[in-house]
């Protein structure tokens, strides 16, 4: 068997030129006879297609890779696989082999900090420096090892270094962007003059519009976007946005160049951009960064309004501090969802696509939200939700503004994790991440898109009687029922983290009615517990929200395979007049939740005395021809 052969990966620079330009250009060891044998033997591509002349003109940032196979193989390409020092390169540069500090040059990554690994490698520690151009200085401590350990460790992250061509980095003459030594040698990197990337930001040139490049996509992925659908796929048909940075500002187009609109590249496998604007006049029509969050802001307008006259009113206290500000591309700001909580702005980034206006967004809502409703100065926390490569780890975590001191002045009671918001009067204990800055997670332990469900069982749950809340998470169905007057409620989750957080939310609205002791805590799958249960046990209400799939000892949960077994089973044990709550998150359009209670309370030959939707709260939007972006379907159904 043959080894395995020589090859070469790499992006070229951000401008257009034929293949045989940049061949020639990069490796002037192998003469044009060799070149063309590359090409009629197939041994390269662009963008992941086989080229087969020299001619071929190459987009800027292409993707090029060349490989030979067989027992010829590598005859021509071995001498030319080589990680060379810069040009120039003069004592602590590359090429002295070993050490425990590097400099280098590599794509700008949307990371600051963090630590990379690989099986069989040291744990090399990395921070980034100076950005310019889609580029940026990184520098590493470890042990001491080869720089081979350095480009491979980079490579795998994603961060490829400057020069690396067998890596996938940035194709340049004067060899690889990489000293031995410490950070001081940054100055002695060498920036390409070769432009980097193709394309600008919204807002980098007055002439953007010409300097803005074309994505043209397929036929099918143009009419998914003529009806309003904020996502472009990867299709085979569509031009490939790996030539183009994350965040970069594209005008999509057909085929034959028809204007559809304007869009951000996400750089993932999976989404290639992010709509901004549609139209054939997307880019003028389109509202700006600040218009965008006045919108969203005032959709939330009474959410954000202290609510002590009602509470007055009422006799009850019924402050909600914890709430969803932007909803992702529901409110025009893709991939960006930020919540309040209490005096904090928790901004979670999900998409590289919303790297050109972040900024703006946290700048608008501090120009337009100034103080929280309560008068109080805002700490303000990101973190990034975004995908990554290989096993490295990164910090996605940072305070853009005030931080844990601000908060304890505040009186807020911080604890090791985080602290309490109100929702309807009652305290819960929420996580906002920075406890793990390398471990980001969406959620908070507060699923505050249910808060309108919670406040709809409310009338329900004063008739008292015993309830039962599968997957219960950390309970906040739980704490509601008790606190408006269910005489029991049973809360079932396989995970004890969240159990034990639960208990912690109930014994924190002791004095809001909730009585722990009128709780039963039960870890075990939710099917397996009512497969369990006595044949004539029965609750007057269930909240049923199960995970998308969940795995339950060797037990694993698929939500549309078992859904509407656990459905029927959840309506078998209602008492008379009892009431059924089901959410279920998808990533698609509705399942059709209201057929499967009419078909589960026919089977059973219960009768239906009302059946409404039940969706989330007006903090999370929703957009009909983007299901993708709701955060649940839900039904309450009560029986006869």
Not at 47 to 72: K, M, N, T
Not at 171 to 187: P, Q
Not at 230 to 252: K, M, N, Q
Not at 580 to 588: A, K
Request: with cysteine; proline share 7%; hydrophobic share 40%.
């Amino acid at each position: 068997m043959s080894s395995p052969s020589p090859s070469f990966c790499f992006r070229l620079p951000g401008r257009v030129a034929p293949l045989g330009h940049w061949l020639a250009w990069l490796f002037p060891e192998a003469d044009r006879a060799t070149r063309r044998r590359w090409v009629e033997d197939g041994c390269v591509t662009m963008d992941g297609g086989l080229v087969d002349r020299l001619g071929v003109e190459c987009p800027a940032g292409a993707r090029i890779e060349i490989r030979e196979e067989g027992d010829e193989a590598g005859s021509a390409l071995e001498p030319l696989v080589f990680r060379g020092a810069p040009s120039g390169a003069g004592p602590g540069s590359s090429d002295e082999g070993a050490s425990s500090n590097w400099v280098g040059l590599i794509d700008d990554p949307p990371w600051r900090s963090g630590a990379l690994r690989s099986e069989g490698n040291p744990e090399i520690e990395f921070e980034i420096g100076e950005r310019r151009d889609g580029l940026a200085v990184i520098t590493l401590v470890g042990p001491v090892c080869e720089r081979q350990t350095i480009c491979d460790l980079l490579a795998s992250a994603g961060m490829p270094l400057v020069g690396d061509l067998c890596g996938g980095g940035l194709a340049v003459t004067g060899g690889l962007r990489l000293f031995a030594g410490e950070g001081a040698y940054a100055s002695r990197l060498e920036w390409p003059e070769e432009p980097a990337w193709f394309g600008l930001s919204f807002g980098a040139s007055a002439d953007r519009e010409a300097l803005t490049p074309i994505l043209r996509v397929s036929d099918e992925t143009a009419r998914v976007v003529g009806k309003g659908h904020p996502w472009i796929l990867p299709d085979r048909s569509s031009d490939p946005v790996t030539r183009f940075r994350p965040g970069t500002a594209l005008r999509i187009a057909t085929r034959e160049g028809q204007p559809l609109a304007w869009a951000h590249v996400e750089g993932d496998p999976r989404l290639s951009a992010r709509i901004w604007a549609v139209g054939a006049d997307a880019e003028r029509d389109a509202a700006s960064v600040e218009a965008r969050v006045a919108r969203a802001i005032a959709r939330r307008r009474d959410l954000l309004q202290p609510s002590i006259a009602s509470d007055l009113a009422s006799g009850k206290y019924r402050h909600t501090n914890a709430f969803r500000l932007i909803h992702g591309e529901s409110d025009d700001l893709p991939g960006l969802f930020v919540d309040r909580l209490g005096p904090l702005i928790r901004v979670l980034v999900t998409g590289r696509a919303a790297e050109p206006y972040r900024e703006r967004v946290i700048a608008a809502l501090q120009a337009q939200l100034p103080v929280t409703p309560e008068g109080e100065d805002w700490s303000i926390l990101e973190l990034l939700h975004l995908r990554s490569l290989g096993g490295s780890q990164f910090d996605r975590v940072r305070w853009l503004v005030g931080g844990l001191e601000q908060l304890g002045a505040q009186n807020v009671a911080v604890d090791e994790v985080g602290f309490r918001v109100l929702e309807r009067g009652l305290e819960f204990g929420v996580d906002p991440g920075w406890a793990t800055p390398r471990s980001v997670r969406p959620g908070y332990g507060l699923f505050v898109d249910q808060r309108e469900n919670r406040a709809r069982l409310e009338e329900y749950a004063a008739r008292g009687g015993a309830w039962l809340n599968l997957f219960a998470h950390t309970g906040a169905f739980s704490v509601s029922l008790l606190a408006n007057g269910a005489s029991r409620v049973t809360s079932v989750d396989l995970s004890a983290a969240y159990l034990g957080r639960l208990d912690e939310n109930l014994s924190l609205n002791r004095e809001r009615g909730v009585d722990p002791a009128s709780h039963d805590s039960v870890r075990t799958d939710g099917r397996r517990f009512l497969e369990k249960l006595e044949t004539g046990q029965r609750f007057s209400g269930i909240v049923l929200d199960p995970p998308t799939a969940a795995a339950a000892g060797r037990r694993f949960w698929s939500l549309q395979k078992d859904l509407e077994p656990l459905i029927r089973n959840c309506v078998a044990r209602l008492d008379v007049g009892g009431c059924l709550l089901v959410t279920q998150n998808r990533n698609g359009p509705p399942l059709g939740l209201d057929l499967v209670l009419e078909r589960a309370a026919a089977r059973i030959h219960r009768g239906i005395a009302h059946l409404e939707p039940a969706p989330a709260g007006r903090d999370h939007p929703t957009r009909p021809e983007f299901p993708e972006g709701d955060p649940f379907e839900g039904w309450l159904l009560e029986l006869d």
